[in-house]
């Protein structure tokens, strides 16, 4: 996932969006954890190579945005760190290194650590797959048309939506010439977004077309 991509989108998502969808992250991935020490407390994120923060507060209702400009503590880290969210070993190692910073009482600072380290896996890596249509962001980014050759797709070209949307509509092209390149590509659309109702019903719909015509 792109630095560029994501410092565009940014710019382009209002203030409020931003927040509701790191307020429906954090909830999701603490959504199990006791995090009452933070009751009533402010933390800022703040990615610094991106130039950007946003300060959250925890209430009985889970994270949310906070017009309060003082934070009780920092999370600090820079873009490269902030997307690693699917390995549970990167980010303790990066707490343990200080590529994740947290500046504050070391009370606040025990309780976040000892969450993080805690996190889920499994909730971890299906927030890294699905982090734009998690996020609500999607609609939000500039369109702009994705250059890759549909002959030669690796997996990090299935990192973002806009290529996944390229690999889709570049298969449903090609489903009355070359049907089986059709349902390869659709397939690799599938990996990266497993609940696209539209990719989903093609690559039911091919793979029932080759089944009739073998």
């Given at each position: ?14 203030k ?5 969808a ?6 999701y ?45 920092e ?8 997307f ?81 949307d390229?690999?889709r ?46």
């Amino acid at each position: 996932m792109k630095k560029t991509l994501i410092s565009t989108a940014l710019r382009f998502v209002p203030k409020s969006v931003q927040y509701k969808a790191l307020c429906k992250a954090l909830n999701y991935l603490f959504e199990h954890h006791d995090l009452n020490d933070l009751k009533n407390k402010v933390v800022k994120l703040n990615v610094s190579d991106l130039k950007k923060s946003w300060l959250l507060t925890y209430t009985e209702q889970g994270f949310t945005g906070t017009t309060q400009r003082k934070a009780d503590i920092e999370l600090k880290t820079k873009f490269a760190m902030a997307f690693k969210v699917h390995n549970k070993a990167e980010i303790v190692e990066a707490l343990n290194n200080e590529d994740i910073k947290l500046i504050g009482e070391q009370g606040l600072v025990d309780v976040i650590t000892n969450n993080l380290k805690a996190l889920d896996e499994k909730r971890l890596k299906s927030l890294s797959n699905h982090l734009f249509s998690f996020l609500n962001l999607k609609s939000k980014q500039p369109v702009e048309p994705a250059p890759l050759d549909i002959n030669n797709i690796t997996a990090d070209d299935l990192a973002t939506p806009y290529n996944i949307d390229f690999i889709r509509d570049e298969a449903i092209k090609l489903e009355q010439t070359d049907l089986q390149k059709a349902l390869s590509l659709m397939l690799l659309a599938q990996q990266a977004r497993p609940n696209g109702k539209v990719i989903n019903n093609k690559v039911k719909d091919y793979q029932a077309k080759l089944t009739t015509s073998n």
